[in-house]
């Protein structure tokens, strides 16, 4: 069956980065872009960007474009998110979310989310 | 952006009646929105795409429907399991955008 497996819970401290990663199975990677949304605590849903792991080629929301990074290793199946110079309303739960690069970008499945804390 | 606004918060409904939740585009968006459903501690689940398709595996007490700018989802005969937070989100215009949820609580 399809997968995403998010990385654990993370407590980092103001301006330090954090990478969370996100392990794909029961499908082909190639088929999907990866995206990843961010919750913070009792609030709504926020898009960070997209990456196509078969080209590579990222896509961010202008608000994370100088502090995130999207990559992704194919031999494993893993996608990653690193987002650097964390403040504390970086503070949120982080999800990976696919969607068929045939299709248009709603999100049929997504991983279980991890918990990104960022404190002094 | 395009600004997704839930028009209630929260949305207190008995259970077996009926739901109907609303989701506004400040542009428009013409039938690229879907429609997810979030429990505690859990990450959403895509309920409806397409303002109207529902996703494999969702019942028949679910439908949505609207084009343009606005939306509506309705659950009939609400069940326990029902009483949740559900998000819009719009994919025509880029970057993508959620609205800010509605609360389905139990009466």
């Known amino acids: 069956q399809v997968l995403l497996v998010q990385s654990g819970a993370e407590v980092k401290k103001p301006g330090a980065s954090v990478k969370v990663s996100c392990k794909a199975s029961g499908y082909i990677l190639s088929d999907y872009y990866i995206h990843w949304v961010r919750q913070a605590p009792g609030q709504g849903l926020e898009w960070v960007g997209r990456?196509?792991?078969?080209?590579?080629?990222?896509d961010y929301a202008q608000k994370f474009q100088d502090r995130v990074t999207m990559t992704r290793d194919r031999s494993i199946s893993t996608a990653y998110m690193e987002l650097s110079s964390l403040r504390s309303d970086d503070t949120a739960v982080y999800y990976c979310?696919?969607?068929?690069?045939?299709?248009?970008?709603?999100?049929?499945?997504w991983g279980q989310g991890t918990l990104v804390t960022v404190s002094s | 952006e395009t600004v997704m606004t839930q028009s209630s918060a929260t949305l207190s409904v008995s259970p077996g009646e009926r739901a109907t939740l609303s989701c506004r585009a400040s542009?428009?968006?013409?039938?690229?929105l879907a429609w997810y459903q979030q429990k505690p501690g859990q990450a959403p689940r895509l309920l409806i795409y397409g303002a109207s398709t529902r996703a494999t595996g969702i019942p028949a007490r679910f439908s949505g429907s609207g084009s343009g700018t606005d939306f509506t989802l309705t659950i009939t005969s609400l069940q326990s399991e029902d009483f949740a937070v559900y998000y819009c989100q719009q994919y025509n215009n880029w970057p993508l955008t959620f609205g800010q949820g509605t609360r389905l609580e139990i009466k």
């Open positions: 542009q428009y968006v013409t039938s690229d």
């Open positions: 979310a696919r969607h068929l690069v045939a299709q248009k970008e709603y999100f049929d499945y």
């Open positions: 990456i196509n792991p078969d080209s590579g080629r990222t």
